[in-house]
């Protein structure tokens, strides 16, 4: 495979990447299923077949409804990919340039645990070397409490600030949402900024209900992205963007999550007293209408009715003594 | 949702009302309405089983005249005054009935008596006697 088909194979798939990184919340717990054609991939990086690994991955990425966890494995598995075809500096600054992404999605780099070690010493070479702003992304938040939103900063200037664009609105079906998003990347001053504050070598900010368009109740997604600015004011890093924010489900029913974990990990500490935000237990499965005492009661008491009255028909009737004759039966 | 189960007294309990339920069935059912009939004979009048009496005829009416039945009994040797037998109603009803009861001898006719305006009584027997008096 030539140097230039690479480029164009993975300069579109990066371009799809940075689409999908901010998958839609309706979206991620709609698709909880293994990506097969991740799973594909990374049968064929163990194997040694980079070029068909990395055209999986393409495939894979471009699978709708792929998680944060989809796309930090995505990223992982194509960094190995890049770096198993050979160390040539083009590679090297794909396999860079996907590390890169997946420190947006996954700050713990636990998707690198599928990856090769020249990947695992690239993403440190990366981490340590470029500005990035580490953040778990928001999945689904319960509404009507206050929304936590932390990052950390890596291989950033002294004074770097960190700054919240956040905006909210209704939770729509999938066709408006795309039309309301659409009306977000023309207007992308209709987000809020606030300053992230310095909280134990890391950076947090409240969003309390009801306070700065931030919903109280009902359900509605929040779109938001960070961006760490150097004190002259030069864009160092953002993870997310006005084009392309990160999106959270403000829920009242579902169950809180963030990370590459999604809705699945239990999100802790979206409390100020850095308590665990437990979500509610499910409501009980309807039982069966088979299963319910009211089907079988009435049925029951039937039965034991019709019992009844057939022992009483089939009592025999109590017969008279006979006399010394005997006895005559009248018609 | 929650699941109702009887508690093991509740069931003992419920068990032991449906038996004592069927239990009490055959009670609650009465017996067919029933005549219990003696046939005797008048004072002063005798009949010997075989010599001066081999047979009884009932003649059953409703309402003295609607025949219901003719039953011939024979008597067994030996056997004396008085016999009973039992009329049962088991078809229509019969609110009042006459019986008619010939004393035969090798169907020579020895003996006659009757009984009227005997009413049966639904769930138990009711007793009737009829006097035979020679002929």
Same mark, same amino acid.
């Given at each position: 495979m030539t140097s230039s088909f690479l480029r164009a194979l993975l300069a579109s798939t990066l371009l799809l990447s940075a689409l999908a990184a901010a998958p839609s919340p309706a979206a991620d717990m709609q698709f @909880? %299923?293994?990506n097969q054609n991740l799973e594909e991939a990374r049968a064929l990086v163990a194997k040694g077949r980079f070029e068909e690994a990395l055209q999986e991955l393409v495939t894979a990425e471009q699978l709708? %409804?792929?998680t944060n966890r989809h796309l930090a494995d995505i990223y992982a598995l194509r960094a190995s990919a890049l770096l198993g075809l050979g160390p040539t500096p083009e590679h090297q600054q794909l396999a860079s340039d996907a590390l890169f992404l997946l420190w947006h999605i996954d700050p713990q780099g636990?998707?690198? *645990?599928? #990856?090769?070690q020249a990947a695992k010493d690239l993403a440190q070479e990366v981490r340590t070397t470029r500005p990035l702003v580490l953040h778990d992304r928001l999945v689904t938040v319960r509404t009507g409490q206050p929304i936590r939103v932390r990052a950390r900063l890596s291989s950033a200037p002294p004074d770097t600030a960190i700054y919240l664009h956040y905006r909210a609105e209704a939770d729509a079906p999938v066709e408006a949402r795309d039309v309301q998003q659409t009306a977000a990347l023309v207007d992308s001053e209709e987000y809020v900024r606030v300053q992230l504050e310095p909280a134990g070598g890391a950076y947090e900010v409240y969003l309390r209900? !009801?306070? %700065? !368009?931030?919903? *109280?109740?009902?359900d509605h997604v929040l779109r938001y992205y960070l961006e760490a600015l150097a004190?002259?004011?030069?864009?160092? $890093?953002?993870? !997310?963007? #006005? @084009?392309q924010p990160i999106r959270v489900l403000l829920s009242q029913t579902r169950t809180e999550g963030a990370g590459v974990? %999604?809705? $699945?990990a239990v999100l802790a500490t979206l409390d100020e007293g850095g308590k665990v935000a437990h979500p509610e237990p499910p409501p009980p499965p309807e039982t069966p209408i088979y299963k319910r005492w009211q089907l079988w009661a009435p049925i029951g008491g039937v039965v034991v009715a019709g019992v009844v009255i057939g022992l009483v028909v089939a009592q025999p009737r109590p017969q008279p003594p006979n006399g010394s004759l005997g006895r005559v039966d009248l018609p | 949702m929650k699941t109702h189960s009887l508690s093991p007294l509740s069931s003992a309990s419920l068990a032991a009302a449906l038996f004592g339920l069927l239990a009490a069935l055959p009670a609650c059912k009465g017996q067919d309405p029933a005549l219990l009939l003696t046939i005797t004979t008048a004072q002063g009048t005798s009949f010997r089983v075989?010599?001066?009496?081999d047979a009884i005829r009932l003649d059953i009416y409703q309402n003295e005249s609607e025949l219901v039945t003719t039953q011939q009994l024979d008597l067994d040797a030996g056997t004396n005054f008085p016999y009973t037998v039992t009329l049962v109603e088991t078809g229509q009803d019969y609110p009042q009935l006459k019986v008619n009861a010939t004393v035969t001898l090798q169907g020579a006719e020895v003996g006659y008596g009757s009984v009227d305006n005997v009413a049966m009584s639904g769930g138990s027997t009711v007793d009737a006697t009829v006097t035979v008096t020679a002929q």
């Open positions: @909880r %299923g293994a709708p %409804g792929n636990s998707a690198l *645990a599928s #990856a090769t209900p !009801g306070v %700065g !368009g931030v919903p *109280a109740e009902g004190p002259d004011g030069s864009l160092l $890093d953002s993870n !997310g963007s #006005a @084009r974990g %999604g809705a $699945d | 075989p010599q001066d009496a």
